[in-house]
């Protein structure tokens, strides 16, 4: 069996901040969601009496959705921000083939929505010899809120994204880092990663 994707959706935002007194501020932004997928699943026979089949998917997918973020200087060693995305709303132009015949009808379509995430993120910078900075960013995201008609019976996990950074500025202003992400999979707990970077 030969499972193949091929394709991109990529997001364009605008948005705009307003700084409030006591250093913090809070943001909107538009997302527009646009681009084309395509799926291809190939059996093919390798015993007898089993069939071969391909099944195509093509998908043309467009949406929105907005953000609303906060951020806020607490003192000169603490910053934090919070934003909230919406679940982002799409519409999807699609055509089925099974085996090189088109199946389904012509002009087809589905609305679809994608999971909402919640994102927070803070920096420290404590007083020592070096210049330094502590960053905290971390992502929730309800993969199972997930809704596309194009995959019924989907069953997908709830994930976290944290990541955690460290960096020292040195006495000749050199700069040095470390770093950890640690990702959950929203298909299956043993697919998550852990991933140290150094620069």
Not at 11 to 26: E, Q, R, T, V
Not at 34 to 62: N, Y
Not at 107 to 133: C, E, I, K, M
Request: no cysteine; aromatic share 12%; proline share 6%.
């Amino acid at each position: 069996r030969f499972i193949r994707t091929r394709g991109v959706v990529r997001s364009a935002s605008f948005g705009a901040a307003l700084p409030l007194a006591a250093g913090a501020g809070i943001g909107l932004a538009y997302h527009r969601w646009f681009g084309t997928l395509a799926d291809r699943d190939a059996l093919v026979p390798r015993s007898p009496g089993v069939s071969g089949r391909v099944t195509a998917l093509a998908r043309r997918v467009t949406g929105h959705s907005l953000s609303l973020g906060a951020a806020w200087r607490a003192n000169e060693r603490l910053d934090v921000g919070l934003a909230y995305e919406t679940a982002p709303r799409l519409h999807e132009d699609f055509t089925l083939w099974q085996d090189d015949s088109i199946v389904s009808a012509p002009q087809s379509s589905v609305d679809a929505r994608l999971p909402s995430r919640l994102l927070f993120g803070a920096a420290y910078r404590p007083r020592n010899a070096f210049r330094t900075t502590f960053a905290l960013d971390a992502a929730y995201t309800p993969w199972s809120e997930l809704r596309d008609p194009l995959l019924p019976g989907a069953a997908f996990l709830d994930t976290w994204d944290v990541r955690v950074g460290l960096e020292h500025i040195y006495y000749n202003a050199l700069p040095g880092r470390i770093g950890f992400r640690y990702a959950r999979s929203y298909a299956l707990r043993a697919a998550d990663r852990a991933t140290f970077t150094f620069g």
